[in-house]
């Protein structure tokens, strides 16, 4: 597809927590709980505030439709900050200094006095009814030329649990906003700008790892399309999918449209009561509903059920805005007769309103508000059709499709957190920021200096323990063994049931310098982590694991084996090395590393088969 | 310099690579702090500030407000505390409302319970509250009262609220509920406590009580109001919702929320239980004490000419032997004092150890299991009423308005 012609604009919106100690605005640990780990609930009601010229945010009134009623679970790890219940403390340094040094990174404008403000978000997912946040640096610069326009450093939102029951634990956790410019032609574009600025972040060493610590959101839109706003794209995999089918669905949309008009298709504003005519149908939803209405689209048949994204159609779209009301779907013709809806009782539908071939009803069932507000909303979106794409805030579904959440939100309602104190960022400070060393650079480094395979290398860099690999090498351990340790060891062991969360990372180093000064055998590198997992000190490991046999007692070993297979050596010359190999180590028991053995068994062999020709000699 | 701009100006900022528009607020440590588009404030160079227009003031739409004449009417009577507060999303700047129809607007369920008069008293930060505005407040509500308010809410911050709830207790008789009221967390967050705590204060002034009590928040949770005694009432914690206490025994009467129901103990004075009536003289020269180990007996000293002193002394109300001189001298030349106890909890007597026996020895008088600052407040009414210093004696050592508790419940 050409996605330049298109004219696809695409811009994201990445959002990363930190590894900051503490959260944002508290000195709460940035750890998440399991559910049942919490110390208690409780429960408030939210309200929009006034603003001064008299309005409540749209995006707020629509949570404000019914009164809500939030539980929150807290913890001994959440404190009265995320309670809302005691002012913020001062903006984490620690946070701050992280953002300025990945805001650096990409080459942006610091601010001079960087603000903290309020903006409000009463979906319960802050219990303060705002989230507090604050706008950091400026433009950006990236790969393709475009650029990123804002770094904002703000508070996680609080996790929901379900319904109106959210879970604290992740309220305030430091995270990075990165917004850029709709800069990117193509959905690979996409893909590779984000794979991009998750590589800056991760280059820091400083932010969360793990499903849920990053979200992308993406913008898009497409010549005589909409803008549209795709929220919480987790895997970066699926980046490039998710432009692609919301390009798919704006064109289908947009010929669905030209039809329409071809057609002279409209949306009839009223809908009608046909409740009776369902009064002894076999499909249970439109049986038990009070009330069931239909919407009439005279000229929309067949294109309710056209697909506009795998698994999506127009239908799909009709029913998301009437999910808003509480029902659980709607029908419409295009797909009847189904869902224990006869043939009959469609002909008998059609009959009643006189409606011609070419017209969709659509079916909603439920009680009489609710079918009131389903149908209304779908009147709304059919009337989108006629006319286009509305702007929307959508939510993925699996495998990339996606589905309407809710309009595009106004510009931010936000004012000043008057409880945090602004923070100068001084042009020194900012300047003496350590830059990190990029992964990709980090990658092609290890492989130029260190000689590792780039597969391995591109492995390394993207693994958690990138770090913890270059203290290894910097103390003198191997790299292809730190590597082997670090990406393949401790994978198995925890694989085979031992917890390696209780190794800490001078543990491993202590063992590996170990194998190095050649205390204990690589063979036994699993066996004395294993028992360092489980309590046991690095020493005694060592020592019960590996009772290392010095050189000299390997050597001793080595020559009463090689003495007692005199004739077999006479035999095969240094060809022995191989079988008896097999015969050292069987006796050692992996105390000492093979490499070793190999050496002073060929030393042996060497010098047995010499004194063979020595003898021979002489008699000759 | 930022002189040049002033607040809602519509600048050009040149910051970073690109030009943005934005609003001028304010200046701060010498930087501009400009609101961008996208709704952050900045700190900039004012250098990097260009003008392009001076907007004329939007002015906020005027309000009416049609009231219920069925329903009860109330009187609000505001001293700072905010019940009601607006946004300027384009500034930043969240304003107090103060007028009826604007705390109205705000929190549209208050026309269901009553119809309101709203008076503004004064805007001061409850720190900055003194018995001359005790006097005013108390005047105000005696005025609304006489007026035929079925019952009157006084909005106040939180930090003082507990001294003028026990000031407004002795110096009014009652027939109708006088409710305080304010807010722990700011009026402007969707989250307040303002909305629930206010509909339960109207509640509870529509209710059948007759006293002067606060009511605020009784848990974490919005559930549950809690109505307590003016004189028993204490803030306990800086900042949570329900800081608000009854020291020595249990509020007397909840309001549930949101039914806005109120239940009332039996020991809640009932309305029409007295005529209204209004002694409004404090004696200013009286003062609170915490002992504390070590206290030099010169600091005693510095009370002489003093009215009355309240000292919070330890445990069962004792202070350090070496403070007995001082006190006795400071007795002897007319002071008035009391004890309390700065565990809160429990009633003071000073007849079980030697120090007791001395203190009481020296004239100083126990003052059961008030709270120091209602001991405080109580002291200067008394004083300021009552000049035969037997007579004041005799009052300080009865319960006027139910700041004794008389027997004393083993609840904490
Ligand atoms: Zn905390």
Redesign the interface.
Known sequence: MDYERLGLKAGIEIHQQLNTREKLFCHCPTVLRTFDERSGE?????????????EIDEAAKEEMKQ?R?FCYYAYVTTC?VE?????PAPLNPEALEICCTIARTLS??P?????T????V?DGSN????QR???V???GVLPNGG?IE?I?LEEEAAQRVEGDTFSLDRLGIPLVEITTSPCMKTPEEVREIAAYLGMVLRSTGRVKRGLGTIRQDVNISIRDGARVEIKGVQELDLIAEVVRREVLRQQNLLSIRDQLRDRGASVMEEPEDVTGIFRDTKSSILKKAHSVLAVRLPGFAGLAGREIQPGRRLGSEFADYARKCGVGGIFHTDELPAYGITAEEVGQLRAMLRAGGDECIVLVAADEKKARCAAQQVVIRAGWALRGIPEETRKMLEEGSTAYMRPLPG??????ETDVF?V?ITADWYSSLPLPELLTTKRDRFVRELRLDPALAAQLVSSEQVGLFEKMVDAGISPSLAARTLLSTLKELSRSGTDVRYLSDEAIMEVLSAVEGGEAAKEAIPAILGMVASGTTVAEALRKCAPALSRDELREIVRRIVEDRRDFIAERGIGALGPLMGVVMAEVRGSVDGKLVSEVLKQEIAAQVQENGNRNGKKV | MSGEYSSGDIVACT????LRKGTYITS??G?A?V???????????VTSLSLISRPEA?Q??E?TVVQDETLPRLSIVSTGGTIA???????????SQFDAADIM??IPRLQTVGRYRARKLTTILSENMTPAIWQELAGAVYEEIEDGAAGVIVTHGTDTMAYSAAALSFMLDTPVPVIFVGSQ?S??????DN??NALCSASAAAADLGEVAVVMHA?????ICAIHRGTRVRKMH????DAFRSIGGLPIGIVEY?SLTVRLEPCAVRRGSVEPALRKNLEERCAILTFYPGMSPAVIETFSGYAGLILSGTGLGHVSTLLIPPLRTLIEQGTMVVMTSQCLHGRVCDRVYDTGRDLLRAGVIEGEDMLPETALAKMMWVLGNEKDPAHAETLMRSDLKGEFSGRSTNGL
């Open positions: 409780f429960f408030r009601f939210l309200r929009a505030t006034e603003s001064e010229l008299g009164e009623r009265l309670y809302d219940e005691e002012p942006m404008t601010i001079g006095q960087v603000h403000m309020r903006k409000l009463i219990t303060s009814g705002f946040t604050a706008l640096a400026l433009d650029s804002t904002c510009a931010a309602r936000m004012y000043p602004p100068t | 910051y970073g690579r690109t701060r440590d930087h702090v609101k961008l588009e996208s709704g952050y404030n900045v700190g900039v160079p939007v906020p739409p309000v507060s607006r946004i300027d999303y384009r500034t930043g700047a969240v304003t607007r705000a967390r009026a402007d967050r969707p989250s307040s909305t629930m848990s974490t949770n919005d559930d800086t900042s949570r919702r949101p």
